[in-house]
């Protein structure tokens, strides 16, 4: 699929006293899902609406396909967005909605209900929006997004308002989505969603890059040389691997994480010790704890008004 990227480059917005976005740059490659993730405030719907054309950068580019959005000629054919699942009018049916909006773009009536039927929102579209779910607008909105087929698609928080079925949903369809070539960019609050549905992920906190990196990557980083046991003998099993110079520390009721031994050395003195034992195994974080040691700091200082500069 051509064209399907997203660059981000050294992109800078203000808003008054607040940088939103301070030189952020990252790229998002055609066939892959890339996780868009940052405490709140950070600069996310900022750099996504600057993808869009909808708030211009002070300095930096935003670009889609390798052309910033006023320079697409047909946008709805290059880029798809979901931005705010709420606007839609109530007395409007969905299935109008996207007729309309088709109509417009100057595409096939069909491509309506190729979408609808995507999203699985067939015979709701019948109905008027002022009765939909979030989760019913959610799913109208991904619609809308895929209805000229965009190599590049913009999610924010797609996710919100879904229940476990239509999470799962999206998840399969950001898949087969991206495997079709295109470049997926989504962002969300829901690290466990992230996990297994992207394969890349980029960090931000206070308009800047925190990281950009693989999701394997990122988890191996922060799983580190951690073992898990499991042991109805704490104290014994936490006594004993702390005198040969391990690190241990309680995870739950019967469970250990240990630091500075091998699995096999911890199962060797655990026998050697004769102290009862149900697993032992490689740590692995999840994507959340991850996230959370990579956001710390970013979080402590989510008000970020910069009135240093602002008074120079
Ligand atoms: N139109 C605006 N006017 C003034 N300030 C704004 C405007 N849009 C965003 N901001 C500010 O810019 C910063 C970044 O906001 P943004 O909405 O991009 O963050 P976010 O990462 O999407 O946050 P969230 O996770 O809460 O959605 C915030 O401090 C926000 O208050």
């Not at 800078?12 to 952020?24: E, M, P, Y």
């Not at 096939?108 to 019948?126: C, F, I």
């Not at 199962?267 to 956001?295: C, I, K, Q, S």
Request: proline share 4%; charged share 25%.
């Amino acid at each position: 699929m051509s064209d399907a990227t997203i660059e981000v480059l050294g992109l800078r917005k203000r808003f008054g006293r607040t940088l939103a976005v301070d030189g952020l740059s990252f790229r998002v490659e055609p066939g892959t899902v890339t996780g868009f993730v940052g405490p709140n405030g950070a600069g996310k719907s900022t750099t996504m609406r600057a993808l869009l054309g909808l708030d211009a950068p002070d300095e930096g580019r935003a670009l889609v396909g390798g052309r910033p959005y006023h320079a697409l000629r047909t946008p709805l054919l290059e880029v798809g967005a979901l931005l705010d699942a709420a606007a839609l009018h109530p007395a409007r049916r969905g299935r109008d909605h996207l007729r309309w909006l088709a109509h417009s773009h100057g595409l096939p009536a069909h491509r309506v209900d190729e979408v609808l039927e995507q999203v699985g929102m067939e015979t709701a579209a019948r109905r008027r929006a002022g009765g939909y779910s979030l989760g019913m607008r959610q799913r109208l909105g991904i619609a809308a997004a895929l209805l000229g087929d965009p190599p590049v698609l913009l999610l924010d928080e797609p996710v919100n308002g879904l229940d476990p079925e239509g999470i799962q949903w999206i998840r399969g369809l950001l898949r087969r989505l991206a495997a079709e070539g295109r470049a997926i960019l989504v962002s969300s609050h829901l690290m466990s969603e992230l996990e297994d549905t992207a394969d890349h992920l980029v960090v931000i906190g206070r308009g800047r890059l925190i990281a950009d990196t693989a999701v394997s990557d990122l988890i191996a980083a922060a799983s580190g040389d951690r073992v898990r046991l499991r042991t109805d003998a704490r104290t014994e099993a936490m006594e004993l691997l702390a005198r040969a110079g391990a690190t241990v520390s309680v995870t739950d009721r019967d469970t250990l994480t240990v630091t500075g031994l091998p699995a096999r050395r911890i199962v060797e003195l655990l026998n050697g010790a004769d102290v009862p034992f149900a697993e032992v195994g490689a740590h692995r974080a999840t994507l959340e704890e991850a996230y959370m040691e990579l956001t710390r700091e970013a979080v402590e200082f989510t008000s970020h008004t910069d009135t240093d500069e602002v008074a120079s």
